[in-house]
T-cell receptor
Framework: DAKTTQPPSMDCAEGRAANLPCNHS???????VYWYRQIHSQGPQYIIH???NNETNEMASLIITEDRKSSTLILPHATLRDTAVYYC????????????FGKGTRLHILP | EAQVTQNPRYLITVTGKKLTVTCSQN?????MSWYRQDPGLGLRQIYY???????DKGDVPEGYKVSRKEKRNFPLILESPSPNQTSLYFC???????????FGPGTRLTVL
């Protein structure tokens, strides 16, 4: 079973910030939070990851709560091209471990 | 250009006819994996490999085989395909240091 819970769908107005939540209440101390997105049936695209500190890159920001039980992916200025399914997963690194994706959040950007 | 390539991209076959889907990456990644994606079920990992000659089962390994004889290649083998293996398949690779997986373009397989 997936170790994360996400809302099945969300809407966001174009130009506004899209805030996508993820619950990972059973996360272990050595598990990182990763976000990916998938546009139509293309291969998923890596967005960002973090352990406990907030992270930012050219695509998005990742806010992880202090207890690490949830996180939020922020797309600061959503465009129509951000319409996709967004997946939040947790995984360890430097270690043999399988990866489990959940069903993700389908984000609709409204013009 | 850094990429993961899969071949073929589309395949229609019949039950029981052995097939191989190839996957190759040019980024010197240690970790490689195969996923299948089905409507309503999301992405499910089939097999993964931490490095050459090291493979392990993911969530749905039944009916599949893999091998990792070279670092860059990770073929997916269906010895006796069945209709329930009709799916969209993705290969992915990453460093074990965790910079995020890089996915291939997908292979759409139909088993009649």
């Amino acid at each position: 079973d997936a170790k994360t819970t996400q809302p099945p769908s969300m809407d966001c107005a174009e130009g506004r910030a899209a805030n996508l939540p993820c619950n990972h209440s059973t996360i272990s101390g050595n598990e990182y939070v990763y976000w990916y997105r998938q546009i139509h049936s293309q291969g998923p695209q890596y967005i960002i990851h973090g352990l406990k500190n907030n992270e930012t890159n050219e695509m998005a920001s990742l806010i992880i709560t202090e207890d690490r039980k949830s996180s939020t992916l922020i797309l600061p200025h959503a465009t129509l091209r951000d319409t996709a399914v967004y997946y939040c997963i947790v995984r360890v690194i430097f270690r043999d471990d399988k990866i489990i994706f959940g069903k993700g959040t389908r984000l609709h950007i409204l013009p | 250009e850094a990429q993961v390539t899969q071949n073929p991209r589309y395949l229609i076959t019949v039950t029981g006819k052995k097939l191989t889907v190839t996957c190759s990456q040019n980024m010197n990644h240690e970790y490689m994996s195969w996923y299948r994606q089905d409507p309503g079920l999301g992405l499910r990992q089939i097999y993964y490999s931490m490095n050459v000659e090291v493979t392990d089962k993911g969530d749905v390994p039944e009916g599949y085989k893999v091998s990792r004889k070279e670092k860059r290649n990770f073929p997916l083998i269906l010895e006796s395909p069945s209709p329930n293996q009709t799916s969209l398949y993705f290969c992915a690779s990453s460093y074990t240091s965790g910079r995020g997986e890089f996915f291939g373009p997908g292979t759409r397989l139909t088993v009649l």
